[in-house]
């Protein structure tokens, strides 16, 4: 009987050992001007339920002004209200939501911080949150613009670490995961809005990058799943598709998914669904990309399995609800 008991927990042990670690995740994101990205956060923090993703922070690359308040009422309907919340405090874009869904969330959903002010430098947040992870560790998300990581690229050291900004990437990063470009090649929204800082990061960028092109996502339609389940009530994922979906012709089957792939790939990986074309992006003067096939340690997603498949998933997650 002792050695059942002693093997019993030399299983146990062993299967400890091989589980998956939470894939630590910076979520940065232009959350705002397109909703996709709340779908992309719901998956994010259905991933951390389910002891998958690690949530280190969550930035905006967009300085509208209800962009941390829009953060905190995610991260707190989601039970994580503390997790560190940055907005760009310089330059940067400033594009509000046509739909005004997010002036619902913010009247109706409790959130700990109330205003962009309230915020910490979206560049303070990522050198202090990578400074305390384990080298190689991180995976940062992008699903908006590239400006925080253009800043962070160039940011000196400071009283979080004698670092610069590159070799802070350098050391604690292991990925970034982009909803960036077009490819093989074209003009998408995410590139062209800040290019400058496209071709900074892109070019320069130490680590290895997965993007997952417009092309990857557009097709991919979620939301209508969530918004007919009539037993999910006040959730602020559902009241966002609520609002929004009705307002756009091209939005009848559900929005295009853009930035819940970059989620899904950043924590799950890319197979089954996808293979990948290895590479580097170019980022033109016009704010359009094209691909050079000689390039390396860059990679963007061909879809591999049927686009249903993904977006059957993906509606799945879109209605977790927060844990009891």
């Not at 409790?110 to 947040?125: F, L, Q, T």
């Not at 993007?211 to 339609?221: H, L, P, T």
Request: hydrophobic share 40%.
């Amino acid at each position: 009987m002792k050695c059942f008991y002693f093997l019993l927990a030399l299983c146990f042990t062993m299967f400890s050992a091989n589980a998956q670690k939470p894939v630590p995740i910076i979520f940065d994101t232009d959350i705002g001007p397109d909703y996709d990205d709340v779908g992309a956060i719901t998956l994010l923090h259905a991933f951390a339920d389910s002891g998958e993703a690690k949530i280190l922070a969550t930035v905006a690359s967009n300085k509208y002004p209800h962009a941390a308040a829009v953060l905190s009422v995610f991260n707190t309907y989601f039970k994580r209200a503390d997790i560190p919340i940055g907005v760009p405090k310089g330059k940067a874009a400033d594009m509000s939501d046509e739909q005004h869904w997010s002036d619902t969330l913010i009247a109706k959903y409790p959130h700990k911080i109330k205003s962009n002010g309230e915020a910490e430098d979206a560049v303070n947040v990522y050198r202090k949150v990578l400074s305390q992870q384990p080298d190689k560790s991180v995976t940062i998300v992008t699903v908006g613009f590239l400006t925080n990581l253009a800043n962070l690229i160039s940011s000196k050291a400071d009283k979080f670490s004698n670092l610069s900004g590159a070799e802070l990437i350098k050391k604690k990063v292991k990925r970034l995961v982009s909803m960036a470009g077009k490819f093989p090649e074209g003009k998408e929204f995410n590139v062209f809005i800040d290019s400058i800082a496209s071709q900074e990061v892109f070019t320069n960028w130490p680590t290895e990058v997965i993007y997952s092109g417009w092309e990857i996502g557009e097709k991919i339609k979620t939301g209508l799943p969530l918004i007919q389940n009539n037993g999910i009530q006040n959730s602020p994922t559902k009241d966002v598709f609520r609002i929004a979906l009705p307002m756009a012709e091209e939005d009848k089957n559900g929005r295009s998914s853009w930035d819940e792939t970059a989620v899904l790939v950043a924590v799950k990986g890319y197979e089954p669904w996808y293979s990948v074309e290895a590479g580097s992006i170019i980022v033109n003067e016009d704010g359009s990309n094209s691909w050079d096939k000689d390039g390396t340690n860059q990679y963007y997603l061909v879809e591999r399995l049927p686009y249903i498949k993904v977006q059957q998933f993906i509606n799945q997650l879109m209605q977790h609800q927060p844990q009891q």
